[in-house]
T-cell receptor, first 114, second 112 residues
């Protein structure tokens, strides 16, 4: 157990819908990272938050957004869902502001868009 | 565009065989390199990392990786695999402080 929790474990929804994925980092970690893992693209970095502020952006679509709350949990919002958004979404955390430090990954949320 | 290539998608070995998983990246500047592992049903976890210094890096569970700058490679090795090494292995390159690029992963199956 990495100490990072993600809910829900599975999510099935329809195209055009909006969903919210939730991540709670390890106790004391200030950084949260979101990744998307799909069969054809592998594991892609989406976005990082550090202590409530956006720190870095990767290949995140405009239809996706994230935020980190004062209690440091984070939510990833996916809207206008398309079939291609079906993937495993991972959250990771670490205590530093950068990826130089080991990231601790959650178990992931599997999103299926029908 | 920066990329990380893991050419082996699925590797099947018998116990005690030697392992080498390839990782190549396309970036000309200073890089920091990682190998992460995901055991069945578990979360991704760090196996080893290279920032600078000795290009031969030792990780957990007997794994090591060698950074060869001229070949843009960071291959993962283990002299003798065990059934418990069955997992998916991801190579990653850190560009800047925060942008971690992962390869598509290599699934290793070790047959007892």
């Amino acid at each position: 157990d990495s100490g990072v929790t993600q809910t829900p474990k599975h999510l099935i929804t329809a195209t055009g819908q909006r969903v919210t994925l939730r991540c709670s980092p390890r106790s004391g970690d200030l950084s949260v990272y979101w990744y998307q893992q799909s069969l054809d693209q592998g594991l892609q970095f989406l976005i990082q938050y550090y202590n409530g502020e956006e720190r870095a952006k990767g290949n995140i679509l405009e239809r996706f957004s994230a935020q980190q709350f004062p209690d440091l949990h984070s939510e990833l919002n996916l809207s206008s869902l398309e079939l291609g958004d079906s993937a495993l979404y991972f959250c990771a955390s670490n205590d530093g502001g950068s990826s130089y430090n080991e990231q601790f990954f959650g178990p992931g949320t599997r999103l299926t868009v029908l | 565009a920066q990329s990380v290539s893991q050419h082996n998608h699925h590797v099947i070995l018998s116990e005690a065989a030697s392992l080498e998983l390839g990782c190549n990246y396309s970036y000309g500047g200073t890089v920091n390199l990682f190998w992460y592992v995901q055991y069945p049903g578990q979360h991704l976890q760090l196996l080893l990392k290279y920032f600078s210094g000795d290009p031969l890096v030792k990780g957990i569970k007997g794994f090591e990786a060698e950074f060869i700058k001229s070949k843009f490679s960071f291959n993962l090795r283990k002299p003798s695999v065990q059934w418990s090494d069955t997992a998916e292995y991801f190579c990653a390159v850190l560009l800047g402080a925060n942008n971690l690029f992962f390869g598509t992963g290599t699934r290793l199956t070790v047959i007892p």
